[in-house]
């Protein structure tokens, strides 16, 4: 695994083969290597059309029935390579407040990208807006990341921390899409910086002083 992949709180990622294994036990380092070929070939084609599922096996050393035992399709291939970009969600919440929650799952999602990645993620960000089959496999493989999100919100709901009432879909989009646009789509540069995570969380909490906001401070 290339160095500039490491993300700022976690040393390893998780490929996400999305089919549950038949037989012998399958090799992790098989799957990051066909999905590191998928990425290497995205980024020297600059689209996914030229993308082949034999040229992925010839890139990674590996057979076309392999990659098929593990990726139905190329569609779904793709879309488990993209994911594999990001950083692992989040695991062990501090629990302690919602915004150390909040915080800490905002750390997990900064990322180090390099030239490669940064290729991968403008590209399929086209492809996942134009083509209703890739981003079909997109929404289902980050459905996982949406509810742990979601569910955060609910936990502190159920504890009378926020309002009963919370549109916890909405909520969670509130939060994480600004963070995808500036630390993975490589939006706003100026904010890339330590200390953006936790001053966005609390304004995210404290809402920014509109006429709105029941507890603006006088």
Same mark, same amino acid.
């Given at each position: 695994m290339r160095p500039e992949l490491r *993300?700022?709180?976690a040393h390893h990622r998780a490929p996400a083969p999305t089919t549950p294994a038949k037989g012998r036990p399958?090799?992790?380092a098989v799957s990051e290597s066909i999905l590191e070929a998928v990425l290497d070939l995205i980024a020297e084609h600059g689209t996914v059309t030229d993308v082949s599922v034999e040229a992925v096996a010839e890139r990674s050393g590996v057979s076309k029935a392999t990659i098929y035992r593990r990726w139905s399709s190329k569609e779904e291939l793709i879309a488990a390579a993209f994911e594999s970009v990001k950083a692992p969600i989040a695991s062990d919440l501090p629990r302690t407040s919602l915004r150390d929650d909040l915080v800490h799952i905002g750390n997990s999602m900064r990322r180090?990208?390099?030239p490669r990645d940064l290729k991968v993620i403008r590209c399929m960000m086209t492809v996942?807006?134009? *083509?209703?089959e890739y981003r079909k496999h997109h929404d289902?493989?980050?459905e996982q990341r949406r509810q742990f999100v979601r569910d955060t919100f609910a936990h502190w709901a159920g504890r009378g921390e926020l309002a009963a009432d919370l549109d916890l879909e909405l909520a969670a989009a509130m939060f994480t899409s600004p963070l995808l646009t500036t630390f993975v789509y490589g939006q706003y540069p100026s904010l890339q910086k330590d200390g953006t995570i936790e001053a966005f969380v609390d304004h995210l909490l404290r809402g920014?002083?509109?006429p709105l906001c029941e507890t603006r401070n006088p």
């Amino acid at each position: 695994m290339r160095p500039e992949l490491r *993300d700022a709180t976690a040393h390893h990622r998780a490929p996400a083969p999305t089919t549950p294994a038949k037989g012998r036990p399958r090799s992790q380092a098989v799957s990051e290597s066909i999905l590191e070929a998928v990425l290497d070939l995205i980024a020297e084609h600059g689209t996914v059309t030229d993308v082949s599922v034999e040229a992925v096996a010839e890139r990674s050393g590996v057979s076309k029935a392999t990659i098929y035992r593990r990726w139905s399709s190329k569609e779904e291939l793709i879309a488990a390579a993209f994911e594999s970009v990001k950083a692992p969600i989040a695991s062990d919440l501090p629990r302690t407040s919602l915004r150390d929650d909040l915080v800490h799952i905002g750390n997990s999602m900064r990322r180090t990208y390099g030239p490669r990645d940064l290729k991968v993620i403008r590209c399929m960000m086209t492809v996942f807006k134009d *083509d209703p089959e890739y981003r079909k496999h997109h929404d289902r493989l980050v459905e996982q990341r949406r509810q742990f999100v979601r569910d955060t919100f609910a936990h502190w709901a159920g504890r009378g921390e926020l309002a009963a009432d919370l549109d916890l879909e909405l909520a969670a989009a509130m939060f994480t899409s600004p963070l995808l646009t500036t630390f993975v789509y490589g939006q706003y540069p100026s904010l890339q910086k330590d200390g953006t995570i936790e001053a966005f969380v609390d304004h995210l909490l404290r809402g920014i002083g509109g006429p709105l906001c029941e507890t603006r401070n006088p």
